[in-house]
T-cell receptor
Framework: DTEVTQTPKHLVMGMTNKKSLKCEQHMGHRAMYWYKQKAKKPPELMFVYSYEKLSINESVPSRFSPECPNSSLLNLHLHALQPEDSALYLC??????????????FGDGTRLSIL | GEDVEQSLFLSVREGDSSVINCTYTDSSSTYLYWYKQEPGAGLQLLTYIFSNMDMKQDQRLTVLLNKKDKHLSLRIADTQTGDSAIYFCAEDPLGGGYQKVTFGTGTKLQVIP
């Protein structure tokens, strides 16, 4: 069982819809991450939150909007997505202390399909 | 970012050992991770090693690190059909209050019964 929980597991949406992906962890981690993964490819980093503040935005289009309401929750708001945004979206969390090398723990992802 | 390279595919017979290789590029102190991804699932952390170590063993898994050649390998002893998955190595240079990990290209391991 994964310690990072993502909902929903699957999402189908039209290009004009607005939806949100949710991620939750209760490991006390203060760094949380969103990744996008295409089939047979490694995950690509989208956003990093550290202590509930956005630390990295990897030049992600504004149709993806992250939110970190508290230290346990991470959301990804979706609006006006394109067919090429169809992918597996992975959430991860880790300790946020430099130099400790604590690995990231991943959820099982949300499989997103854009019609 | 730097490239982390892996061979794309490996096929082994059940009961044999598997060796998955990875070449990384960062020359500074770094953590190196191995993740397993089964179909339809997220990434499961298998093991990790710091760059001042040469080897780490954890049950059926052995990680070997050659710092001179920047080469990392994961050996799975007595490979089982449940080990069939994609394996990613990942590099994490130290620094910052979070990690900016570079993932390898992934190796698909096929275990033949």
């Amino acid at each position: 069982d994964t310690e990072v929980t993502q909902t929903p597991k699957h999402l189908v949406m039209g290009m004009t819809n607005k939806k949100s992906l949710k991620c939750e962890q209760h490991m006390g981690h203060r760094a949380m991450y969103w990744y996008k993964q295409k089939a047979k490819k490694p995950p690509e980093l989208m956003f990093v939150y550290s202590y509930e503040k956005l630390s990295i935005n990897e030049s992600v289009p504004s149709r993806f909007s992250p939110e970190c309401p508290n230290s346990s929750l991470l959301n990804l708001h979706l609006h006006a997505l394109q067919p090429e945004d169809s992918a597996l979206y992975l959430c991860a969390s880790s300790q946020a202390s430099a130099g400790e090398g604590q690995p990231q723990h991943f959820g099982d992802g949300t499989r997103l399909s854009i019609l | 970012g730097e490239d982390v390279e892996q061979s794309l595919f490996l096929s082994v017979r059940e009961g044999d050992s598997s060796v998955i290789n990875c070449t990384y590029t960062d020359s500074s102190s770094t953590y190196l991770y191995w993740y397993k991804q089964e179909p339809g699932a997220g990434l499961q952390l298998l093991t990790y090693i710091f760059s001042n170590m040469d080897m780490k063993q954890d049950q059926r898994l052995t990680v070997l690190l050659n710092k001179k050649d920047k080469h990392l390998s994961l050996r799975i002893a007595d490979t089982q059909t449940g080990d069939s998955a994609i394996y990613f190595c990942a590099e994490d240079p130290l620094g910052g209050g979070y990690q900016k990990v570079t993932f390898g290209t992934g190796t698909k391991l096929q275990v033949i019964p």
